[in-house]
């Protein structure tokens, strides 16, 4: 995990450059966190690929648009095996992004622009391309560096059995045998997701010591929080027990795992927390946590662990007024006595657009193949979004939701990269649709992503959904995000909080009040009428009021506010 020698090394960064940013406490609460993935934003070279110098040209855009801080998909140097997941130096930048003076430049301005950069930490595993497990691999049966590390003998007569029943989340087994130096065939090793991604043994104190390290490294950059990568993933059960299941997919996100969410993470993440707890600014750590239930959520999240965890529940929830209910309750009600704020999240870098996601029938999951209706996805997206942003809470954003964009369901085989799509029996390997580069302009080459093409296609009607396309146009999809952001941040009713007040409403329609502020969702295909409860501040679709009473659309939400 060396610092890669091709990089200058960075300049403290100034208080100056702070203050922007440090202007408001407790600024997590309520923040709206837009997520950059990297090589699908913006392209500075012409190479096809994104990098950071084009994050960096795009920072007032985002500024713009609204939103309070930037989430980086991870930048590191990495062999791409998995989209930069699988990281081979976690102090360098990957030279497809371009290097630490870059990171450097891009933190400085971001915080001169008022925004927050929160990157991407990696703990549970690493490249197979890591210097600590290349060296594990050459030294051989009882390396050092093998206990870092899950490396363990197999079962059978000749130890030609994976050492457990664990299955990889990209399918097939989660263990794969290693050839010693001497050519026989050896031990095997654990990795819950590709083979290029070694599982980290975190009862070994030499992986804690290290990226204790690592968070140091990049708070002294100026970073101002990270997204913690398969943050239930850390410890396993002790002796790895076998599971004793197929299919084991189905089983995640209702059973806790030998693999996931074992009470072990807890104590990692508290020595975490006093390590940022020492840097001024309010800095922050938000857990990628799939757990079986929201309550189980909110253990991530106490006074002395992590700041924030995304709400997968309420992401996986249809587009149903019950459902909707259901889980805001829930996720409101477990994030109060730990004295945390409900996140709220609709699309991200592993699961298909909610545009797409809603334009299908419910019950497909969050991978869908199809591109369904294509009006009715957007509507309902739409819907969803004035919904998320009324909650009391953070929100986030997956660049390119704020266009409409759909998911790209009909790529060629031959240009997917997502590993999970050249292995059987795990998750669908769709996730390709998602990470298509975003459209700046109407036309030019891939719609103004860059100057040399893109490293996914683009569909050809990208240009119409576009930034260039839908900046100043009424009614358009960037404009409703640009007005509800900024309506999010003016009304004194919205933004932090941890309860809103349910108002009687009909069958499928949900309406609910934060004081001088109203927020109604009609999830049903049909127009409703409810009462006005005051001016309209903002609508997803076109209403229309008469004798103190709005008509609602189908699939549409409304703002009201009386002050």
């Known amino acids: 995990m060396s610092q890669h020698s091709a990089d200058p090394a960075p300049s403290p960064v100034s208080e100056s450059a702070l203050a922007t940013v440090a202007q408001r406490r407790d600024w997590w609460r309520d923040a709206v966190i837009y997520q950059v993935y990297p090589r699908s934003f913006a392209d500075s070279n012409g190479d096809g690929m994104g990098d950071l110098e084009g994050v960096r040209s795009r920072l007032p855009y985002l500024r713009d648009l609204g939103v309070d801080a930037v989430w980086l998909s991870p930048f590191y140097a990495s062999p791409q095996a998995d989209a930069g997941y699988d990281v081979a130096d976690y102090r360098a930048v990957d030279p497809m992004f371009g290097n630490l003076l870059d990171a450097d430049a891009l933190i400085r301005d971001a915080h001169g622009l008022g925004l927050r950069i929160i990157v991407d930490l990696v703990p549970n595993h690493s490249s197979d391309q890591h210097e600590w497990f290349k060296r594990a691999l050459a030294e051989g049966p009882g390396s050092p560096l093998r206990d870092r590390y899950h490396f363990r003998p197999g079962k059978g007569k000749n130890g030609e059995l994976p050492p457990n029943d664990w299955e990889s989340i990209f399918g097939g087994p989660a263990w794969t045998r290693v050839t010693e130096p001497d050519g026989s065939p050896g031990e095997w090793y654990l990795h819950l997701f590709a083979p290029e991604q070694p599982d980290f043994n975190w009862e070994h ?254 569909p050809e009607n990208w240009g119409e959904l576009s930034i260039e396309a839908q900046t100043g146009v009424p009614g358009s999809t960037l404009e409703l995000y640009r007005a509800a952001l900024a309506a999010r941040r003016e009304h004194p009713c919205l933004g932090a909080g941890d309860a809103v007040e349910w108002l009687r409403a009909l069958d499928g329609v949900l309406a609910f009040r934060r004081g001088e502020f109203v927020c109604v969702a009609n999830t049903t295909g049909e127009a409703v009428t409810t009462p006005a409860y005051g001016r309209v501040l903002l609508t997803s679709g076109e209403v229309t009021e008469a004798d103190g009473e709005a008509k609602v659309p189908a699939d549409t939400t409304v703002w009201f506010t009386t002050v």
């Open 205 to 458: 104190p030499a992986v804690g010591d290290e990226f204790r390290s690592i968070l140091r490294f990049w708070l002294d950059m100026g970073v101002d929080g990270f997204r913690i990568d398969v943050a239930h993933g850390l410890v396993k059960a002790d002796g790895l027990p076998d599971l004793g299941a197929h299919d084991q997919l189905k089983l995640l996100g209702n059973d806790v795992m030998p693999f996931f969410d074992q009470d072990g993470v807890h104590e990692i993440y508290r020595q975490w927390r006093r390590i940022l707890d020492e840097y001024s600014g309010e800095k922050i750590f938000v857990a990628e946590a799939w757990t079986p239930t929201v309550e189980r959520t909110a253990n991530y999240v106490r006074p002395d662990e992590l700041h924030q965890a995304f709400n997968f529940q309420y992401l996986s929830t249809e587009w149903d007024a019950d459902e909707l209910r259901t889980v805001i309750d829930r996720t409101l009600a477990a994030m109060r006595p730990v004295g945390a704020p409900a996140t709220w999240v609709l699309s991200n870098h592993d699961v298909t657009r909610h545009a797409t996601r809603f334009a299908n029938p419910p019950g497909l999951g969050t991978q869908i193949r199809t591109a369904g209706d294509r009006a009715l996805g957007l509507r309902r997206a739409r819907a969803a979004t004035l919904l998320m942003l009324a909650l009391p809470g953070s929100a986030y954003v997956y660049q390119g939701e704020e266009l409409g964009l759909p998911d790209v369901v009909d790529l060629p085989d031959e240009v997917r990269q997502d590993p999970a799509y050249f292995r059987g029996a795990g998750q669908d390997g769709f996730r390709d649709g998602c990470r298509v580069p975003i459209p700046w302009t109407r036309t030019g080459s891939s719609y103004g992503f860059g100057s040399g093409g893109s490293w996914l296609p683009q």
